[in-house]
């Protein structure tokens, strides 16, 4: 094994409905008590009407209303038709798109004024985009799942997380996602990499200048670091202060590419500390998917961790590139 040193496109998992020749022209109205006061007509269909829980459900229990299945979740929720018009929406997302509050159930969401151009026309995947709410510009990332029934697409199910704070997934949402994104890239044969990054010396910022500042270190290279990525990377948090980056379709020479500029801009960051300001550097870790021997994306981890190790032996500050 040897370790060469560098100084310095959609997930596809549709979720299908059961098709059943009984159930083939049934469709019900939707019954939303924060929509059936706006007079609009209920839609076409609705999710909920289609699935057939039942078959998922040991022991016949009751099925999960609408309020306990979307209205308690803290993502914000929205439904749509194939065509794109607009079906549901969650008081979260309500709180995030006000225009949603006014637009007719069955209309097309290019009517809905102020709507995120990406929510409009999203393809199935995970995306990142920022949004308004009032002075402040939310980092918000959605999961677009296809609804599938008897081959054909009923709809489209948006889940969009607030990642302001962090600008960073929580390790299993990563992985859940990182995972999918594999599997795909292993079945198309697709390149892509994956980058293990962590931030050197850390333990001398808590020291010298506390926890609350070394959270503040972390936020702001999380932020940097999604500025620098694609729509379609994903970012997340590792453990204590390593960060891992998942790259679709990226090669080899393109991740190193990508993690030199990351490594710079955090250089170039600038904090400020109980003792005066001060700067920190990150050392990332490169491995590029070869089905050959990546039978698992924690194959991949495991080569990005060494390369990782591999950096900080080799000084810190750079980036290390794992080869067999």
């Avoid at 496109?9 to 109205?29: F, L, N, Q, T, Y």
């Avoid at 609009?40 to 040991?58: E, G, I, R, Y």
């Avoid at 270190?217 to 500025?227: D, E, N, P, W, Y």
């Avoid at 500390?273 to 039978?295: C, E, L, N, P, W």
Wanted: hydrophobic fraction near 35%; include cysteine; glycine fraction near 8%.
């Amino acid at each position: 094994m040897s370790l060469r040193k560098v100084k310095g496109i959609e997930p596809h998992v549709a979720v299908s409905m059961p098709c059943k020749e009984e159930d083939a022209g049934r469709r019900a109205p939707v019954k939303d008590d924060d929509t059936a006061g706006r007079g609009n007509p209920a839609p076409a269909a609705h999710v909920f009407d289609s699935l057939d829980l039942k078959h998922s459900s040991p022991g016949g229990k009751a099925l999960p209303t609408r309020a306990q299945a979307v209205e308690s979740m803290c993502d914000a929720y929205l439904l749509t038709g194939p065509d794109g018009c607009f079906l549901d929406a969650n008081a979260a997302a309500l709180r995030y798109f006000p225009c949603l509050r006014t637009l007719p159930h069955g209309a097309a969401l290019s009517q809905a004024d102020g709507l995120p151009e990406l929510l409009v026309n999203c393809r199935e995947g995970i995306h990142s985009f920022d949004a308004s709410s009032g002075d402040e510009t939310l980092h918000l990332r959605v999961s677009c799942t296809y609804l599938m029934s008897c081959g054909q697409m009923e709809g489209r199910c948006h889940i969009i997380t607030d990642d302001t704070d962090s600008h960073q997934l929580l390790r299993g949402t990563f992985f859940l996602y990182a995972t999918r994104d594999f599997d795909l890239c292993r079945r198309k044969k697709e390149n892509a990499s994956l980058l293990m990054l962590d931030v050197d010396m850390f333990k001398d910022v808590n020291d010298v200048h506390g926890h609350v500042c070394g959270d503040a270190v972390l936020i702001g290279i999380s932020k940097t670091i999604c500025t620098r990525l694609r729509h379609t990377d994903l970012c997340g948090r590792y453990g204590g202060e390593e960060i891992v980056i998942w790259l679709p379709g990226a090669t080899a020479e393109g991740a190193v590419m990508i993690a030199d500029i990351v490594r710079r801009a955090v250089e170039s960051l600038q904090f400020d500390g109980s003792k005066g300001t001060f700067h920190v550097t990150v050392s990332i870790g490169v491995a590029s998917v070869d089905f050959a021997r990546h039978g698992s994306l924690d194959a991949l981890v495991s080569e990005a961790d060494n390369a990782l190790y591999q950096a900080k032996r080799g000084g810190r500050n750079r980036v290390c590139v794992y080869s067999p």
